[in-house]
């Protein structure tokens, strides 16, 4: 499979555990996020080979048209909705307008 090189990125901060992370979101031409690149300060660590497999595994589920809602809805969240991993931080970030 050839991989295309999309058009549209944009930058995104987000904190969770204390830590920040930047993603990269890429939009396919309608203007819909088609992928994600997550990426923590602590280069090489835990949490930053967590949060780039959270890029990857979001990337696939949207590639196989999964909503964002629908991995957002199937992720392990605190009673109170907050999220628990960095994954359920990404998918929250990308819920919102600004993403």
Known sequence: MKRTQLP????????FAGQEFTFGIGRDD???IAEIFVGGRKAGSVIDSAARDTGILISLGLQDEV????MRHASTQEADG???????AVLDALMEPRA
């Open 82 to 88: 907050s999220p628990t991993l960095i994954v359920v």
């Open 8 to 15: 549209r990125r944009a930058q995104v901060q987000i904190e």
């Open 67 to 70: 909503s964002i809602d629908t």
């Open 30 to 32: 309608a203007g819909a």
